[in-house]
């Protein structure tokens, strides 16, 4: 159906909803006001690794790991560590693959990740000493193991590194997974710092009613514990005080969480132990 129009043309402009009339021949000027609705993303920033000095500074981390583990062992009646080069090397080219498992080589060894700085993380493996029993003694447990490799009397080098491996998307995306996606193998993923210390000679060494344990894991002597004690709360305040704001982020983000201690342990002749990462062990007797 075909419109009409009378000499005079109503134009209607639907403006606000009110109807605009003109006559033919005028000029018209007409705004038009647009609301424009900018769709809001919201990106939440994945928390960033805590840089403290005791893990960017290599001579600061040699200093607090020896000062730290140092004042366990004093307080154990273990002679001071020494640090070891070739053990360190060993650490990196280990902690560099990020891989939360142990690394299976023929030495002790400790790990962790997600600690703020290195003198948390040794602390979370020289306090097992809380849960050991020297009476029984307790020998191996995941629980205590990395306190005993730790303080082990007849080890006397240590050499360590960390390496900042991050937070991965997939570990910021489920949460519930606090060690991270799994790789190939079926291995985690460290997040954060990761802290590894090779040790020899090699601690933990199983056997024989636990006497190895009752030789290498003393306990702690009343008049070295108080001076140990402050020798470790004067490094963690040092070390802890440069980030105490990326720490908190990094805690949120990721659950510390350490490993179990390396069993590779030596026996007397005749004996071979088999250990698993995850502290399994068979023992078989040779000839």
């Known amino acids: ?71 366990y062992r004093d307080a154990h009646e273990a002679t001071g560590l020494v640090w070891n080069e070739t053990l360190t090397k060993y650490a990196r080219d280990w902690a560099e693959t990020c891989i939360w498992k142990h690394s ?33 003694p307790t020998g191996f447990t995941e629980e205590t193991g990395h306190f005993t490799q730790l303080v082990w009397k007849s080890t006397l080098e240590v050499g360590c590194a960390a390496v900042n491996c991050g937070y991965t998307e997939d ?47 003393l306990p702690s002597n009343p008049s070295h514990t108080s001076s ?15 980030s105490a704001t990326s720490a908190s982020a990094a805690t949120t983000a990721a659950r510390p969480s350490v490993g179990v201690a390396n069993l590779q342990g030596r026996l007397e002749p005749g004996i071979q132990i088999m250990l698993l990462a995850l502290g399994v062990v068979w023992i078989t007797m040779g000839p």
């Open 1 to 71: 159906m075909k419109s009409h129009y009378t000499p005079t043309l109503l134009l209607h402009f639907l403006i606000g909803c009110l109807p605009i009339h003109v006559h033919a021949g005028d000029i018209v000027y007409v705004t038009v006001e647009a609301t424009v609705q900018a769709a809001v993303t919201t990106v939440i920033e994945a928390p960033t690794v805590p840089t403290p000095a005791s893990y960017t500074s290599v001579p600061i981390f040699e200093d607090t790991v020896l000062q730290v583990s140092n004042g």
């Open 104 to 136: 299976d080589g023929p030495y002790g060894e400790n790990i962790a990740f997600g600690y703020p700085n290195a003198s948390a993380a040794v602390e979370a493996w020289g306090n097992e000493g809380e849960l050991y029993n020297f009476n029984k």
């Open 171 to 217: 570990f910021m995306k489920a949460k519930r997974d606090v060690i991270g996606p799994r790789t190939a193998d079926g291995s985690s993923r460290a997040q954060g710092w990761y802290v590894v210390c090779e040790y020899t000679p090699v601690g933990n060494v199983v056997g024989d009613h636990d006497a190895y344990f009752k030789k290498n894991v």
């Open 228 to 242: 140990s004690t402050a020798t470790v709360s004067a490094t963690t305040s040092t070390t802890a005080g440069t």
